[in-house]
């Protein structure tokens, strides 16, 4: 095998890795083993630490991952919708990293105590993302200019404690929908 063709396979195996991670993250109550997510991804143990040899640096990857795709997110959803759908639609995306997040959360709490996860950046970038959202709803008048990039932050937090996904997906839906609604400018 040519050393082109080797290094693609591997970050096909890395991505498909990443993928399974990510999917097993959020759909497990607790952390589940390497050697499941290894197992789930149909690789052997030893590629799985060959990309990722601790469990940290797996739930590293996957925890910048899903921050990358919700700051990427925001900026693509705007792109091809109006501001307020965009930002209902980012909901979701932000609903998806909290349950993934859900799965890896002993070890992601370890890492930020002990600094090897930056929690105040990741805040500052998805703050970013929901501004970038509220300026451009604001912009075209479908959504309200009092609300704050914060507020949406603990109203999303709020809500996917109370009905966290994927057990309660219908009740998250339905109270991402009043928070939406509610985010509309009112009539004159």
Avoid: C
């Avoid at 693609?8 to 497990?28: H, I, K, S």
């Avoid at 789930?40 to 469990?55: D, K, M, N, Q, S």
């Avoid at 930056?118 to 075209?140: C, P, S, W």
């Avoid at 949406?152 to 996904?165: D, W």
């Amino acid at each position: 095998m040519a050393e082109a063709e080797r290094r693609a396979d591997a970050t096909r195996n890395r991505d498909q890795l990443l993928a399974v991670a990510t999917r097993v993250f959020g759909a497990a109550g607790a952390e589940p083993s390497m050697r499941a997510i290894a197992r789930e991804a149909g690789v052997g143990i030893a590629t799985l630490y060959r990309h990722f040899p601790t469990r940290e640096s797996l739930v590293d990857a996957v925890y910048r991952d899903q921050v990358v795709r919700l700051t990427t997110g925001a900026r693509k959803l705007l792109g091809r919708l109006p501001p307020a759908t965009a930002l209902r639609r980012w909901m979701d995306l932000f609903g998806d990293w909290i349950a993934t997040k859900n799965g890896m959360l002993d070890t992601l709490l370890a890492m930020i105590e002990s600094g090897e996860i930056a929690h105040a950046q990741t805040r500052a970038e998805l703050l970013a993302a929901i501004t970038t959202m509220l300026d451009a709803g604001r912009a075209a008048g479908d959504l309200r200019s009092d609300v704050t990039a914060e507020d949406i932050a603990a109203a999303l937090i709020g809500i996917f404690t109370v009905a966290p996904r994927p057990e309660h997906e219908a009740r998250a839906d339905r109270l991402l929908n009043l928070l939406a609604d509610g985010l509309r400018p009112a009539s004159p």
